[in-house]
């Protein structure tokens, strides 16, 4: 297939064609210093704050599916094909207001107002997507932009206001005009940009990927860009070439097969929260809690894994539930244990030219539990001080089988092989909680930083261990002191 030399997309219901764009330029670079639309603010410069949320919209089998995204770690290329809707395409031809943003002023959600465009697209976000309007819902949708004035009941109100009675605006009534619209663009795949500081790529096709690094092995692989980002925008890094995946149909699948559920690495988190809690419910707070709904619409499974954090909210459950990374390259592919893949702080086992293809997530079986526990200062949009997912299957109330891993606990994802022994043939009992928090004292020794104490820590893991018990055997949850397993 040809290369295409532009990128095409939508502002509002005016098409762009840009050429020459640096390729790391953010679309809220974009949208204040070329375009001078300036409703769109910056903040925090890092995807937590929300003033600078966008909705991008793009044509899912024959319907406008519309995704809020945070416009300042967001590369401009990544709008390829798509329509971007700022705050100020919200008013219809007749200058009304949005009911969204009526609803704010309706409710008095605004104050100094520097944070209200991002509330206001946010809103508009949920304004199409059916989502319900119970507090939990709104605080979930929200949870990705802060307001240091209102103390969000205002903003709550507002919600519950605009979601209230849903009738269709302006975008439903030009739906089909705009399906047309982004089809004109002509917005074919096999993006290729040379600029004079950066060259970037957007195959359409796996083939595609592995021929472009076989001859540029050192390339970034981007597809939500929510970590790589932040080292454009705060570390101001240069990236000579940029692999964006996130057109690539066939790493953005998820289906059950084979007693499988197979992920594609540029699925995104949003896209895979209800196939993955589906078969393993324990999940579904985990992924409430993964960064903001904008983070989670841009950000994919794959990157979680390949960046190899050791606090990443991902890891640990791969590493519990045995999961397997498909690793591929220009010369094949082959299959990893998903414990094996981190080798230190920072060192991944992926070579030059290689880049994770899928991954295949075991179906639970009989007698098989799961849980994950995520500990931060925050309930939602934190990074985890501590996060543990636990594996077990029962057999007439005794652990017959288990995995155990930790986050925040090691320089990678590591699991508790110490725990996990002392427990296999044991019962649900407060003698098996104790043996187990002594070895783990064995399994970890966790640093000391900012969000936790190595002492804290070690307490935290051994309190998971034994809320997990207590939940599995039903019984009220209980306090084991130090000095009662010491």
């Not at 990443?312 to 094949?332: E, Q, R, T, W, Y």
């Not at 606990?409 to 187990?436: N, Q, Y």
Request: glycine share 8%.
């Amino acid at each position: 297939m040809q290369d295409r030399h532009s990128i095409r997309f939508l502002l509002g219901s005016e098409s762009r064609e840009l050429t020459d764009i640096v390729p790391t330029t953010t679309v809220l670079e974009y949208l204040r210093k070329v375009e001078r639309m300036t409703g769109t603010k910056e903040g925090c410069a890092e995807g937590d704050c929300g003033a600078c949320t966008v909705v991008v919209a793009e044509n899912v089998n024959g319907k406008l599916r519309y995704k809020a995204c945070n416009s300042c770690i967001m590369f401009v290329p990544f709008l390829h094909g798509k329509q971007l809707i700022t705050v100020e395409h919200l008013k219809n031809r007749n200058d009304e207001l949005h009911p969204v943003q009526q609803a704010m002023v309706d409710q008095h959600g605004s104050q100094c107002g520097f944070c209200t465009p991002g509330f206001v697209m946010s809103l508009f976000g949920m304004y199409h997507n059916e989502c319900d309007t119970s507090r939990v819902a709104i605080d979930d949708a929200l949870a990705g932009n802060l307001c240091r004035c209102t103390g969000y009941a205002p903003i709550v109100r507002a919600a519950r206001q605009a979601l209230h009675g849903h009738k269709p605006d302006q975008f439903d009534h030009r739906e089909k005009q705009t399906l047309r619209s982004l089809s004109d663009l002509d917005a074919a795949p096999s993006v290729h940009i040379d600029s004079s500081q950066q060259s970037y790529h957007a195959p359409a096709t796996v083939k595609e990927l592995k021929q472009i690094l076989k001859e540029k092995p050192a390339s970034r692989i981007v597809a939500g860009a929510t970590d790589v980002g932040l080292w454009v925008t705060k570390e101001r890094r240069h990236l000579d070439c940029v692999i964006s995946v996130s057109d690539i149909q066939e790493l953005q699948s998820i289906s059950v097969e084979k007693e499988m559920i197979r992920i594609g690495a540029a699925t995104t988190i949003a896209e895979a929260m209800d196939t993955l809690s589906l078969y393993y419910p324990s999940l579904d707070e985990l992924f409430r809690r993964y960064g903001s709904e904008q983070v989670r619409n841009q950000a994919t499974i794959g990157g979680n894994v390949a960046n190899g954090s050791p606090i990443g909210d991902s890891l640990p459950v791969l590493v519990a539930l045995d999961a397997k990374l498909i690793i591929s390259s220009a010369a094949g592919s082959r299959t990893l244990p998903a414990e094996d893949y981190f080798i230190d702080y920072g060192k991944q086992d992926l070579g030059p030219g290689e880049f994770l293809e899928r991954i295949d997530l075991p179906l639970p079986i009989e007698g098989q539990q799961f849980r994950v526990y995520k500990l931060s200062k925050r309930f939602h949009q934190d990074i985890s001080a501590v996060c543990g997912a636990f594996s077990l299957t029962l057999e007439a109330g005794i652990i017959q089988a288990v995995r155990i891993s930790f986050g925040g606990m090691a320089a990678t994802p590591k699991r508790a092989f110490h725990c996990e022994e002392a427990l296999i043939g044991s019962p649900l009992s407060g003698d098996a909680i104790v043996r187990g928090r002594q070895a783990l004292q064995r399994d970890f020794n966790p640093i000391t930083d900012f969000r936790g104490s190595s002492d804290y820590r070690t307490r935290v893991a051994g309190n998971l261990l034994e809320k997990l018990f207590d939940e599995l055997s039903g019984r009220e949850q209980t306090i084991v002191w130090e000095a009662d397993y010491a």
